[in-house]
């Protein structure tokens, strides 16, 4: 089971059950283009990115999304 997060809000922790991490973006990524869904990618992995972030709205680096997340207005702890 994937663990409980406290006020995400929006977020959601989901638990891979056999499938690799890359293997179930991957499958996400097709099914929300598949379906027309907006969605961004957020991986470092050049692979996944090539893989999965073909149809994404925006791709971004671990460490660029950590920057958009600090610097976001009404975060927790500012």
């Keep these: 089971n994937a663990p409980r997060v406290a006020g995400a809000g929006d977020c959601a922790v989901i638990g891979t059950r056999g499938e690799t991490a890359d293997e179930r973006l991957e499958r996400l990524a097709a099914e929300l283009a598949a379906d027309r869904r907006p969605y961004w990618l957020v991986t470092s992995d ?18 660029a999304f950590l920057g958009l997340i600090r610097s976001a207005p009404g975060r927790a702890g500012t």
């Design 46 to 63: 050049r692979a996944l990115r090539a893989a999965a972030g073909r149809e994404a709205v925006r791709v971004v680096g671990g460490g």
